[in-house]
């Protein structure tokens, strides 16, 4: 009796591994995303606040449903800006829409940049976004990692 309950419960054990894989989407194609501003905005506080718009495609025949985001920003390898966001916007198939994050800047991390600026201000700021996009169970997250140059002459 013992060997066929733990027979049985093998059985069980691998269809429910199965099923669960079965209902993955083996078609999903990862999402474009691209960051399209950074816009600071009217100072209210000690800390400088930004609005980030990210710009999202869904070339999948579902829709994608954004269940949250985690992103940071550095400025000249300091970071300035972490942040979540959960109130985001569904993508319909084949469709686009962008995405706006408010963020507020590190005051430690800003002060770094700075003061790096202030003693050398004709050197670029190296600029890096990372996000982390969570579309739900059944799908990898996705990756966004940006990074570039900025020249101040």
Not at 45 to 67: C, K, M, Q, W, Y
Not at 86 to 94: K, M, Q, R, V
Request: proline letters at 7%; one cysteine or more.
């Amino acid at each position: 009796m013992l060997k066929s309950s733990r027979l049985l419960l093998v059985h069980l054990l691998v269809w429910f591994i199965v099923s669960g894989c079965a209902t993955m989407p083996s078609d999903f194609k990862e999402p474009g995303v691209s960051v399209v501003s950074v816009t600071p905005r009217v100072l209210n506080g000690v800390a400088p606040e930004f609005d980030i718009v990210l710009h999202v495609t869904n070339p999948n025949r579902s829709a994608l449903d954004i269940a949250g985001l985690s992103y940071t920003v550095n400025l000249s390898g300091s970071q300035v800006i972490e942040g979540v966001a959960n109130d985001l916007p569904e993508i319909a198939p084949y469709g686009e829409a962008e995405v706006k994050l408010s963020a507020t800047a590190d005051l430690f991390g800003s002060l770094r940049v700075l003061t790096g600026l202030l003693a050398d201000p004709t050197s670029p700021v190296e600029f890096e976004f990372n996000a982390e996009i969570d579309v739900g169970t059944f799908y990898p997250m996705i990756n966004v990692n940006r990074a570039g140059v900025i020249s101040l002459q």
